[in-house]
């Protein structure tokens, strides 16, 4: 198991920056590509950005490309979301996931992650 902790969220005004934070401990963060995702009041949880074990490829969706960037520090044991230019439309309650499986691709899917943090609140006013 592994055990996922977010943090950074807050009250942004529309076009301030937030860096989101997961820090996970537990197994071998190294070897699992991670995911962010939100979840607006009244909608369902969807897929934010991701990026792989190692590092190399990120994925972003559509909403977010350009405005959001994902990284990560293995020897942190962290991944990053560092959100720029926000919108309202941004709120959202934020979690960070790991894959399923080891040393697998960035999936868009919420089954392709076994493990999530409880989740950081980010709320953009306009």
């Known amino acids: 198991q592994v055990q996922l902790v977010e943090s950074g969220g807050g009250l942004v005004q529309a076009g301030g920056s937030l860096r989101l934070s997961c820090a996970a401990s537990?197994?071998?963060?190294?070897?699992?590509?991670m995911g962010w995702f939100r979840q607006a009041p009244g909608k369902e949880r969807e897929f934010v950005a991701g990026?792989?074990?190692?590092?190399?490829?990120?994925y972003y969706s559509d909403a977010v490309k350009g405005r959001f960037t994902v990284s990560r520090d293995n020897a942190k044991n962290t991944v990053y979301l560092e959100m720029n230019s926000l919108k309202p439309e941004d709120t959202a309650i934020y979690y960070c996931?790991?894959?399923?499986?080891?040393?697998?691709?960035?999936?868009?899917?919420?089954?392709?992650?076994?493990?999530w943090g409880q989740g950081t609140q980010v709320t953009v006013s306009s």
């Open positions: 537990g197994r071998t963060f190294r070897m699992y590509s």
């Open positions: 990026i792989t074990w190692s590092g190399a490829s990120t």
């Open positions: 996931a790991a894959a399923r499986s080891p040393w697998s691709v960035v999936s868009t899917r919420e089954g392709a992650y076994a493990n």
